[in-house]
């Protein structure tokens, strides 16, 4: 509860002021790799990493996360399809994934998994119409449901919130 | 530029994350790798596996097991394997690869066929990596003929009633009629496409008129003109002469395949005999068909356990270095399939450098015992590690009951094509009692000798199985009711073997293996069995026989009369053309010769 009290309230806040537009669409996109690839530690060790030392929102990328969970699951099939076309249905690319196969920590990733290639390739592959969707996405909200929404109850309680002052450690700044 | 762009406050943060992710991996590894090893051995094994303890040595880069056991899947009471503690000296480098390399296994107080304090739980066969090795066992051990063994007397040969439709000669016999008759439309259909008649007749024609030409008359065009004309005509009668040369070849290999196919109805017309005999139901009195009755599926039940090993050993080590496509792991999410990317000169996914292990033999009730065993070189990519792997085991158990035990085998997975060879030999086993098909007796063999060879190639088998009991004993089954003459006659034969001496051979391949089962007893039972009912055996036999001849040989003889025929044809219209062909070259070449002789007038010679 504590936790997810803590991510509305990043969220919220980010969504607000925290953060330039850019910011927030890039933790977005960061953190969306962690929900759509599926999980390994490495990868997301990586991830979070990325996370805490890049200057991007933080609690953006617990939003990309959350958001892209479902998409993760849903789209599996299609992971599943692409990481065997180029894992097994592209054979010039096979000298390639085996020198990464026998390089160390890669293969920790478990990229030799047609559903972790698949998302993994996507996710790059989408990565910056992401970000610029999101930055757009971004702008039209503060533009329009912004302000409303900062006058609300709701959001003056949230950020009332002791938990608060944690997240301030990680803003973008 | 670097200040916007990393948050550099966030560092002891983020180290402070890394630690505890650290932390909690050291505090969970233990946990984490017995759940492993469990879930692993499990998937691998079809059976239950337990592990009392599993502890990471990260200073000492090892691992230990502690109360490992596999539980035997056949018999949950009992495990197939159990180690009181195993220690595996790793090569840490290979994990940053996701390799597992073991420098070196020690394994101490390990047990073969011990029985467990509780029953384990059943394991879904179909969940178990070894569910296809266990089907390749299977489907040898189905492809395996054994005789059933028929010891009654002979009835009447009025009983046999042949159909028709079940004699494979007659099948084979109407297959090659047909094949016959296709043949013979198929080569005089290439035949009329020689065009043969055109060419001989434009021969014949020139010939005709070059019979006529005179040289003196005709001046240097007229002869030139003729000259070119008898080359062309030399020349098509040599093309066509070509073409006849190509349809000799193709009636030599139709002729070819239509004798396969005579051949083949005297194999099929042994199959016809085969049936006959068999609703006869006549008495086996063939020694090695006896033997293989009494021990072929005792034969066939050892040889099915040692090709399911190597199906395992081919399963989890396959030869080559081709990408390896396995289900990717189990998940929320799906799985996938992981595909993995072996390369020369790299270290394989898994490598056991070498393994010892201390065994006791015999169960839970062994203790004086003496046996180790030794594994070099077991790696799932045989063709990156470039080695075979061996492995040999020596032992002796002393006390009331002696025996001594010699295995050794290697595997070579390194090239395109696997080669499984193990031996051993074990002295002084106590042989479990077996009840003899077909026949009212059991044999109690005591303590003997057994040997095991065995090679597998490719999809090439070769192995024997010897088995020596000096000490044999017969028991009539208690439920058998009255004896038989037969049945006293086999008590009398039994009674007088002191010594039991089995040898089974098993040769062909792994789809169609063979096995021949060479036995003192089934040369005593046969001999028995003949002099008792043997005339009358050979007789109905040769009744089977003569009825069977009868129903099949006209047809059988009217299509090698056809094949012949084809054959015939074949030989006559390539004979014909070519001597046709031959007559009209010859003709030819004679006109052209005769003008080079010739001179032009004035006397000048060409």
């Known amino acids: ?173 | 530029m670097l200040t916007r762009l990393f948050r550099w406050k966030a560092v002891v943060p983020l180290v402070v994350f890394l630690g505890v992710v650290c932390l909690g991996w050291l505090l969970f590894a233990d946990m984490l790798g017995r759940r492993a090893v469990i879930a692993v051995g499990t998937k691998m094994t079809g059976a239950e596996v337990d592990l009392a303890a599993f502890h990471v040595h990260l200073l000492r880069g090892s691992v230990e097991l502690d109360g490992l056991q596999v539980a035997n899947a056949a018999d949950l009471s009992r495990n197939s394997f159990e180690a009181g503690q195993m220690v595996l000296d790793l090569d840490p480098a290979a994990l940053f690869e996701k390799k597992l390399v073991i420098d070196r296994l020690a394994a101490t107080g390990v047990r073969i066929g011990a029985r467990r304090r509780t029953p384990a739980r059943p394991i879904p066969k179909v969940a178990a990596d070894s569910a296809s090795a266990l089907a390749a066992a299977k489907a040898f051990a189905s492809k395996v003929s054994v005789p059933l063994l028929r010891l009654t007397p002979v009835d009447s040969i009025k009983a046999l009633v042949l159909d028709p439709s079940q004699l494979k000669s007659l099948q084979a016999a109407a297959a090659l009629q047909r094949r016959s008759d296709s043949a013979s439309t198929a080569l005089r259909s290439r035949y009329d496409s020689l065009a043969l008649p055109p060419v001989l007749d434009s021969s014949k024609a020139l010939a005709a008129r070059m019979a006529k030409f005179n040289a003196g008359t005709a001046g240097v065009a007229g002869v030139q003109q003729a000259v070119k004309d008898l080359n062309q005509g030399i020349a098509r009668i040599k093309d066509a002469e070509a073409r006849v040369a190509a349809l000799q070849r193709t009636a030599a290999a139709s002729a070819a395949t239509l004798s396969d196919g005579a051949r083949a109805l005297d194999a099929a017309r042994q199959q016809d005999y085969g049936l006959a005999r068999g609703l006869l139901k006549l008495p086996t009195v063939s020694p090695t068909d006896i033997s293989a009755a009494l021990f072929g599926p005792m034969v066939t039940e050892r040889f099915q356990q040692v090709v399911y090993w190597s199906a395992l050993a081919r399963k989890y080590m396959p030869a080559g270095m081709l990408p390896r496509k396995d289900p990717g792991p189990k998940r929320i999410r799906m799985a996938g399939t992981t595909v993995r990317f072996p390369l020369l000169h790299q270290l394989p996914t898994f490598l056991l450098r070498r393994g010892d292990l201390g065994v006791s033999f015999g169960g839970d009730s062994a203790r004086d015992y003496a046996f180790t065993a030794a594994v070099q070189g077991a790696t799932s990519d045989p063709a990156l590690y470039g080695r075979l792997t061996t492995f040999t085991g020596k032992g002796q158990v002393t006390g009331k009951s002696p025996m001594s035990i010699d295995l050794g085998g290697a595997l070579d997975h390194t090239g395109p094509v696997a080669v499984d060879s193990a031996s051993g030999i074990v002295t002084g086993i106590a042989l479990p009692t077996f009840q003899l098909p077909g026949l009212n007796y059991s044999a109690v063999p005591g303590a003997g000798t057994a040997s095991l060879s065995f090679t597998v190639r490719g999809d090439q088998l070769h192995g024997r199985w010897t088995v020596t009991a000096p000490q044999v004993s017969w028991v009539r089954d208690s439920s058998a009711g009255g004896a038989s003459s037969v049945d006293q006659l086999i008590g009398k034969v039994l009674r007088g073997i002191g010594t039991l001496s089995l040898q089974a051979d098993l040769s062909g391949t792994l789809a169609a293996p063979q096995v021949a089962v060479r036995s003192n007893v089934g040369d005593a039972v046969a001999s028995g069995v003949s002099a008792m009912l043997g005339q009358a055996a050979r007789d109905a036999e040769a009744k089977a026989r003569a009825e069977v001849d009868r129903q099949v040989g006209k047809q059988v003889a009217a299509a090698k009369a056809k094949v012949a025929d084809v054959e015939q044809q074949g030989n006559a219209l390539v004979a014909d053309a070519q001597s046709k062909l031959e007559d009209q070259r010859k003709q030819l070449e004679a006109r052209l010769q005769g003008l080079a002789k010739s001179s032009l007038p004035g006397g000048i010679k060409f």
């Open chain 1, 1 to 173: 509860m504590l936790a997810i009290l803590k991510l509305i309230q990043s969220l919220v806040k980010t969504l607000h002021s925290e953060g330039s537009p850019a910011q927030i669409a890039c933790g977005m996109a960061l953190g969306a790799a962690l929900g759509w690839i599926p999980f390994n530690l490495v990868t997301a060790l990586l991830i979070f990493v990325l996370l805490f030392l890049l200057n991007v929102s933080f609690g953006a990328g617990m939003l990309g996360w959350a958001l892209a969970v479902p998409f993760g699951f849903a789209l599996d099939p299609f992971f599943d399809r692409l990481g065997h076309w180029l894992l097994i249905g592209s054979p010039g690319l096979t000298p390639f994934w085996t020198r990464l196969a026998n390089t160390p920590v890669v293969p920790l990733t478990n990229f030799n998994n047609t559903v972790v290639l698949g998302a993994l390739v996507s996710w790059l592959v989408l990565f910056v119409p992401l970000v610029l969707l999101l930055r757009w996405a971004v702008v039209k909200y503060r533009a329009t449901l912004g302000q409303k929404v900062m006058q609300s109850k709701f959001y003056k309680a949230l950020t009332a919130s002791k938990l608060y002052n944690y997240y301030r450690l990680f803003r973008p700044e």
